[in-house]
């Protein structure tokens, strides 16, 4: 879909080696099918694009009524903006983020962080973070921001981000709150 300035060094399929959460969890709903690898790459075809936007609406625009559509913007497309998804063995799309570069360049921002509801809390935001992270580091990048949901703001401390300030609200129901991490 795009090409891409940010560099990697991390394969195509970066294993990143699973929690032991991902290992030893296994989900109620998904009636004995559990996941033995997870692995995090960028989206190769437009099967997977489809798949990796449609997490992003389903779980950051759905819930507020928000159309299909609504989940991406005009960053998506931006040579300086790297997309990262987590798959089980079946390539079934568990997570979802992306990272671009701000201008002037030693700064990056994390956006669209998701993964799909049955399977939070099992490490999947934590793998997708630290692979950004990585793509951030060897593009000589030196602190990342974000804007954080608030029911999200306990994950990125856990990760190492900092509250900077309250910011927005979206939806006139989702407080927002910028934070920043120095690599
Ligand atoms: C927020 C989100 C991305 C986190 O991903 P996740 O896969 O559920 O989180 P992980 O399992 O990787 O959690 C990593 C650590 O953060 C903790 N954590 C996860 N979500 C948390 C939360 N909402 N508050 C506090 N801590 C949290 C976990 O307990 C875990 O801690 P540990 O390492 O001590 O065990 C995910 O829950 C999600 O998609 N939520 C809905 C959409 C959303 O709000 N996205 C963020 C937009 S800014």
């Known amino acids: 879909m795009l090409g891409c300035t940010l560099r990697t060094k991390l394969p195509e399929r970066a294993s990143l080696g699973l929690s032991s959460k991902i290992f030893t969890s296994r989900p109620s709903n998904t009636e004995g099918l559990f996941f033995a690898q997870m692995i995090v790459k ?11 936007y449609w997490l ?5 625009r759905k819930p507020w009524n928000q159309p299909i559509g609504s989940e ?32 002037p360049g030693n700064r990056a ?12 809390a ?19 990048v030196k602190e990342i921001i974000l804007q954080a949901r608030e029911n999200a703001v306990g994950f990125y401390i856990k990760e190492g981000y900092q509250v900077i300030e309250k910011s927005f609200v979206l939806y006139n129901q989702i407080q927002h709150y910028l934070m920043l991490k120095t690599l």
């Open 42 to 52: 960028s989206p190769e075809n437009t099967k997977e694009w489809d798949s990796y």
């Open 56 to 60: 992003r609406w389903e779980i950051l």
């Open 72 to 103: 991406r913007d005009k960053l998506d497309e931006h040579l300086d903006s790297f997309h990262a998804m987590a798959v089980d063995d079946f390539n079934k799309v568990m997570g979802v983020a992306r990272l671009h570069l701000v201008t």
């Open 109 to 120: 921002q994390i956006r669209f962080m998701a993964v799909n509801t049955q399977n939070q």
């Open 122 to 140: 099992k490490g999947i935001g934590k793998l997708l973070i630290q692979y950004l992270e990585n793509v951030a580091k060897q593009n000589n």
